[in-house]
């Protein structure tokens, strides 16, 4: 810790040393090199934990670290974040980092975004006094990424894959793409908080063998079982949606659903296919204050900024705060003739999934695999002390193959209890216990890839 705030302040101390005609992100650095010198200046308990905070957030250099991806370990790097403001209409931000894992994980990207800004003038015929209306902020993207995985189980395909069928395979994604969030500012429709989503995304997945303990994934399985393991074509991913975000009943019940259609379409013939999602999120606040950590769509996963003109991280809270949660998602692939989904671009249930998010953590990551899913989730986090809160929660879930329906019958579970920590702009931790019917219980610890307040980033399949 010691050494990183030597580098963190002698990479400060250079710009400030330029001449007098400073710029922008030398005067960034100068100020980021005052707020160390603020926070880690006394060796107190406080100044300990602000210190820390301080190398995490600010900008526009930070240390960044988080669970890279399940079974790839926590990955540790650095990130750089700055932004311009070059009219009244527009913010432009850009951020970019690289991490890198002990076990040979490392993920490198780099992500821009142009936010809509303007601020609609009074209309012509309103009288005296009459306010400006501010619009939703229209939010476009462009990133590059690159992601490289040496280890990702493979216990089969469908709902009754063998735990015994154990396998493991290496990854690389590459990620080449731009993606648009514009909230329609229409007084019919402004109280459903409706915005149309887009993407368009170059993939190019390269797989390799396992070269741990555990068998590769092409001395169990063939093309036949795991489609396309023999070789991989490059894809070009588009998608379109809908998302609403509403507070209902005076703020009581908030709202985020996401109707999506996706298009994957491959340089080979066999490889086209198309995916449909539906995933119906419903919040509870139990208090006025809601959770901290809410993701912004106008930030970038580096950023924390409390919104879309601001230049600072939100401070820790010690507000009571609460939450009940409600989750529906499903998501079904179709396929033309002989096409197949290629088993990498196929979500998981049980622990974590590729992107990180839990589903079923009672079993171990990526357990079940299939093209299409279901999953329900209950939860109740309650703050427990300051940033500090519990939670407990249900989940039911199950895949299917291509030609197999997507009923509730037969559905896994699991039941959590675990304990999170949501301080501000820092990364979420969570440390949690799961058991369920099936496999067991599994404890888990895990840390955020996207600072709080910061947007996710692509998708992974």
Same mark, same amino acid.
């Given at each position: 810790?010691?050494?990183?705030? $030597?580098?963190?302040?002698?990479?400060?101390?250079?710009?400030?040393?330029?001449?007098?005609?400073?710029?922008?992100?030398?005067?960034?650095? &100068?100020?980021?090199? =005052?707020?160390?010198?603020?926070?880690?200046?006394?060796?107190?308990?406080?100044?300990?934990?602000?210190?820390?905070?301080?190398?995490?957030?600010?900008?526009?250099?930070?240390?960044?670290?988080?669970?890279?991806?399940?079974?790839?370990?926590?990955?540790?790097?650095?990130?750089?974040?700055?932004?311009?403001?070059?009219?009244?209409?527009?913010?432009?931000?850009?951020?970019?980092?690289?991490?890198?894992?002990?076990?040979?994980?490392? &993920?490198? /990207?780099?992500?821009? &975004?142009?936010?809509?800004?303007?601020?609609?003038?009074?209309?012509?015929?309103?009288?005296?006094?009459?306010?400006?209306?501010?619009?939703?902020?229209?939010?476009?993207?462009?990133?590059?990424?690159?992601?490289?995985?040496?280890?990702?189980?493979?216990?089969?395909?469908?709902?009754?894959?063998?735990?015994?069928?154990?396998?493991?395979?290496?990854?690389?994604?590459?990620? $080449?793409?731009?993606?648009?969030?514009?909230?329609?500012?229409?007084?019919?429709?402004? !109280?459903?908080?409706?915005?149309?989503?887009?993407?368009?995304?170059?993939?190019?997945?390269?797989?390799?063998?396992?070269?741990?303990?555990?068998?590769?994934?092409?001395?169990?399985?063939?093309?036949?079982?795991?489609?396309? %393991?023999?070789?991989?074509?490059?894809?070009?991913?588009?998608?379109?949606?809908?998302? $609403?975000?509403?507070?209902?009943?005076?703020?009581?019940?908030?709202?985020?659903?996401?109707?999506?259609?996706?298009?994957?379409?491959?340089?080979?013939?066999?490889?086209?296919?198309?995916?449909?999602?539906?995933?119906?999120?419903?919040?509870?606040?139990?208090?006025?204050?809601?959770?901290?950590?809410?993701?912004?769509?106008?930030?970038?996963?580096?950023?924390?900024?409390?919104?879309?003109?601001?230049?600072?991280?939100?401070?820790?809270?010690?507000?009571?705060?609460?939450?009940?949660?409600? &989750?529906?998602?499903?998501?079904?692939?179709?396929?033309?003739?002989?096409?197949?989904?290629?088993?990498?671009?196929?979500?998981?249930?049980?622990?974590?999934?590729?992107?990180?998010? !839990?589903?079923?953590?009672?079993?171990?990551?990526? !357990?079940?695999?299939?093209?299409?899913?279901? %999953?329900?989730?209950?939860?109740?986090?309650?703050?427990?002390? /300051?940033?500090?809160?519990?939670?407990?929660?249900?989940? =039911?879930?199950?895949?299917?193959?291509?030609?197999?329906?997507?009923?509730?019958?037969? %559905?896994?579970?699991?039941?959590?209890? /675990?304990?999170? %920590?949501?301080?501000? /702009?820092?990364?979420?931790?969570?440390?949690?216990?799961?058991?369920?019917?099936?496999?067991?219980?599994?404890?888990?610890?895990?840390?955020?890839?996207?600072?709080?307040?910061?947007?996710?980033?692509?998708?992974?399949?």
């Amino acid at each position: 810790m010691k050494k990183i705030a $030597l580098f963190l302040v002698s990479l400060s101390v250079i710009p400030g040393a330029a001449a007098a005609q400073e710029s922008k992100l030398a005067a960034e650095f &100068r100020i980021e090199r =005052q707020h160390i010198v603020e926070s880690c200046s006394a060796f107190t308990l406080k100044s300990i934990g602000s210190c820390a905070i301080t190398f995490a957030t600010d900008h526009p250099f930070h240390v960044t670290f988080g669970s890279i991806a399940p079974q790839n370990g926590m990955a540790f790097g650095g990130a750089l974040v700055t932004h311009h403001t070059p009219n009244e209409n527009w913010r432009l931000g850009w951020d970019s980092d690289v991490v890198g894992a002990l076990g040979g994980a490392w &993920r490198a /990207g780099t992500y821009f &975004r142009a936010i809509h800004t303007a601020i609609a003038p009074p209309k012509p015929t309103s009288g005296p006094g009459t306010p400006i209306t501010i619009h939703p902020y229209p939010v476009f993207t462009g990133y590059a990424q690159v992601i490289s995985l040496p280890t990702i189980p493979f216990y089969g395909l469908g709902p009754s894959s063998n735990h015994s069928d154990k396998t493991e395979f290496g990854m690389r994604q590459a990620i $080449l793409g731009t993606a648009a969030n514009v909230p329609l500012a229409s007084p019919a429709i402004a !109280r459903w908080a409706l915005s149309l989503v887009g993407e368009a995304n170059l993939r190019i997945v390269d797989l390799r063998p396992a070269t741990g303990d555990v068998p590769s994934i092409e001395t169990k399985f063939t093309d036949a079982d795991a489609p396309g %393991l023999s070789q991989q074509p490059t894809f070009f991913q588009f998608g379109e949606g809908v998302r $609403l975000a509403p507070a209902l009943l005076n703020d009581h019940l908030q709202l985020n659903y996401l109707f999506q259609w996706k298009q994957f379409v491959g340089t080979s013939d066999d490889s086209t296919f198309q995916r449909w999602i539906v995933d119906l999120g419903h919040d509870i606040p139990l208090y006025r204050t809601s959770r901290p950590g809410t993701a912004l769509p106008t930030n970038g996963p580096n950023e924390c900024f409390t919104g879309p003109t601001g230049d600072t991280c939100p401070s820790v809270s010690r507000d009571r705060w609460g939450t009940v949660s409600v &989750r529906l998602l499903m998501s079904k692939s179709m396929v033309g003739g002989s096409n197949s989904v290629p088993f990498y671009f196929q979500p998981t249930l049980g622990g974590s999934d590729i992107n990180g998010s !839990r589903a079923l953590p009672s079993f171990d990551d990526y !357990r079940f695999r299939g093209p299409h899913v279901l %999953l329900l989730q209950e939860s109740i986090e309650h703050s427990l002390y /300051g940033p500090v809160g519990v939670f407990v929660g249900a989940d =039911q879930g199950k895949v299917a193959l291509q030609n197999d329906g997507l009923g509730f019958s037969d %559905l896994r579970r699991s039941y959590t209890f /675990g304990v999170t %920590l949501r301080a501000g /702009g820092f990364p979420a931790v969570v440390l949690s216990y799961s058991n369920g019917n099936g496999e067991g219980s599994h404890i888990a610890f895990t840390i955020n890839t996207s600072l709080l307040g910061g947007s996710s980033r692509p998708s992974l399949y």
